[in-house]
Nanobody
């Protein structure tokens, strides 16, 4: 059974940092690209960042690329999202997702991902 479990969310103040984790099980984690998406209240889910199966290629949403860093540790079957200089507008539920296609390219659209975690809430107060 494939499972993705996010953790590391919480309530922080503007300017603080958080590191989210995505722990994967039930699949060959090191074969697939990993992404983070987020969904703010009343808004559609949006792309945040993606990383290739080998960790070499990374894509970011333009508004976050200077503050967020995506990474992965394939030995631990875990992906990460380091978020710095957090802003109130970063408040959202953050989801990790895997595109379960062997060594496929990094993707940035929600529809290309077929495995999702349950999400972790990040709340940034001003």
């Amino acid at each position: 059974q494939v499972q993705l479990v996010e953790s590391g969310g919480g309530l922080v103040q503007a300017g603080d940092s958080l590191r989210l984790s995505c722990s994967a099980s039930g699949l060959a984690f090191n074969w697939y690209p990993l992404s983070w998406f987020r969904q703010a209240p009343g808004k559609e889910r949006e792309f945040v960042a993606a990383i290739s199966w080998d960790g070499i290629n990374r894509n970011y949403a333009d508004s976050m690329k200077d503050r967020f860093t995506i990474s992965r540790d394939n030995a631990k079957n875990t992906g990460y999202l380091q978020m710095n200089s957090l802003k109130p507008e970063d408040t959202a539920v953050y989801y990790c997702a895997i595109k379960q296609s062997f060594h496929s390219r990094v993707a940035t659209t929600e529809g290309e991902y077929d495995r999702w975690g349950q999400g972790t809430q990040v709340t940034v107060s001003s």
